[in-house]
Nanobody
Framework: QVQIVESGGGLVQPGGSLELSCVAS????????MAWYRQAPGKEREMIAA???????HYLESVKGRFTISGDNAKRTVNLQMNNLKPEDTGVYLC??????????????WGKGTRVTVSS
């Protein structure tokens, strides 16, 4: 089975930076899309950044200019560099990848998430 594991979360002061990493393992044929989602307390899970392999990157308006997503299909990884963090960025960050495996094409796989807390 495919497993996705995120890392890099933690506590950071407003204005600080964190880099989240996500690594997929298992019998993977190809990864078509990589994305980061955020779920804050009492709010719906929302996509904050996504990159389509062979295409462009897309960002939630509130993180444009502050966050950068970078994916590497060969390494089966996607990172999220977060700069100038704000308290509103607090939440659980989850990695999602659209992955083709043997016998299955383009299914979505999710990690368990990594917690980011922005507080002074």
């Amino acid at each position: 089975q495919v497993q996705i594991v995120e890392s890099g979360g933690g506590l950071v002061q407003p204005g600080g930076s964190l880099e989240l990493s996500c690594v997929a393992s298992g019998m993977i044929s190809n990864i078509y899309m990589m994305a980061w989602y955020r779920q804050a307390p009492g709010k719906e899970r929302e996509m904050i950044a996504a990159t389509v392999i062979g295409g462009n990157s897309h960002y939630l308006e509130s993180v444009k200019g502050r966050f950068t997503i970078s994916g590497d299909n060969a390494k089966r990884t996607v990172n999220l560099q977060m700069n100038n963090l704000k308290p509103e960025d607090t939440g659980v960050y989850l990695c999602k990848m659209a992955i083709a495996t043997i016998g299955v094409v383009g299914s979505d796989y999710w990690g368990k998430g990594t917690r980011v807390t922005v507080s002074s």
